[in-house]
Antibody, heavy 124, light 106 residues
């Protein structure tokens, strides 16, 4: 059974950066994309991008291009997401989630196993 | 961007009753790339349905999905107390979500 455990809550000032971690277990980390998503109060879930831990390839949602970096460490089976130049509207719960199918499969997704979420609060 | 619109926003029902949730997409979405999630307060979403009609592992058969093109449906045949939650549709060719339908106790 796959498990994803995320790092703890963060409080940041506008303009700062935040780096979140997502430690995985119970499956071969290199075989499945890791997605990052967020959920702001009163807003629908928003997909931020994915990383292929095997190759390091990434695919970012256009609105986050230039502000986000997703990485993966296969030695510790951990994914990371850094978001820079934080604004108050980045306040949200951030989730990592594993894709349902291996990256070498013909089909893709959706995310099936999710982390518990990390609350990021951006406030001056 | 493909916009997903769910209806109703809130659905009031009782245990034992059946309910139907709707998800309409702004452009045609392949059935291969339509999913449904359940979310309870303070929890991460739980995958229920993928490929429009395939139940995820461990999901009870009272949950079923259907639809094609721009109209998709999640049906819960007989509500159990643990089914009262928010449900989201999701298209994963472009990764957008609906705004959710809250199923609450009447």
């Amino acid at each position: 059974q796959a498990q994803l455990v995320q790092s703890g809550a963060e409080v940041k000032k506008p303009g700062a950066s935040v780096r979140l971690s997502c430690k995985t277990s119970g499956y071969n980390f290199a075989d499945f994309y890791i997605h990052w998503l967020r959920q702001a109060p009163g807003h629908r879930l928003q997909w931020m991008g994915w990383i292929n831990p095997n190759s390091g390839a990434t695919n970012y949602e256009q609105r986050f291009q230039g502000r986000v970096t997703m990485t993966g460490d296969t030695s510790s089976n951990t994914a990371y997401m850094e978001l820079r130049r934080l604004r108050s509207d980045d306040t949200a719960v951030y989730f990592c989630a594993r894709d349902r199918v291996p990256h070498y499969d013909v089909l893709t997704g959706p995310p099936d196993y999710w982390g518990q979420g990390t609350l990021v609060t951006v406030s001056s | 961007e493909i916009v997903l619109t769910q209806s109703p926003a809130t659905l009031s029902s009782s245990p034992g009753e059946g309910v139907t949730l709707s998800c309409r997409t702004s452009h045609v979405v392949s059935s291969l790339y339509l999913a449904w999630y359940q979310q309870k307060p303070g929890q991460a979403p739980r995958l229920l349905i993928y490929g429009a009609s395939n139940r995820a592992s461990g999901v009870p058969d009272r949950f079923s999905g259907s639809g094609s093109g721009t109209d998709f449906t999640l049906t819960i045949s007989r509500l159990e107390p643990e089914d009262f939650a928010v449900y989201y549709c999701h298209q994963y060719s472009g990764y957008t979500f609906g705004q959710g339908t809250k199923v609450e106790t009447k």
